[in-house]
């Protein structure tokens, strides 16, 4: 009996690793993605190995041979008042990030820009409207 459990048990560590492992030789990427995006295989965090890439659609990088920059991409997401699109390299997903720019905090107040901590990159910074009160020691 006690043999019997130890060979589940074996089973059941081995077999996932085995099926993962054809998985992870061939880093492949097959989503069918939607056009202007691209499947592209993405780094993952996890607590238990193996941990392959996941495929993701990602924005497909435009060609810009006018530009003369090599891999520049126009952002085409739309964000809201005080964010500006941006584009996330590594995979080339686009994100809206905050930005301090005037009017965005109340007169007598100023603007800066937090780092978060998050889960999943991108982590842009959040603005935030701090008092600008001064005080001077004598």
Known sequence: MH???LLLKLLWV???TAAN???CGTNACTLDCQPGETCVLQN???IRSPCPPIPTCAATPSDSSSSGSEGST???????????????EPDASEYCADVCTEGRCPKGSTCELQEV???RAPCPPVATCTNATTTLND
């Open 14 to 16: 081995a077999l996932p």
């Open 117 to 119: 901590q998050c889960i």
């Open 21 to 23: 492992a054809d998985a």
């Open 44 to 46: 993952v965090t996890c």
């Open 74 to 88: 126009t952002c085409t997401q739309e964000c809201g008042d005080f964010q500006e699109c941006r584009i996330y």
């Open 3 to 5: 043999r019997a459990i």
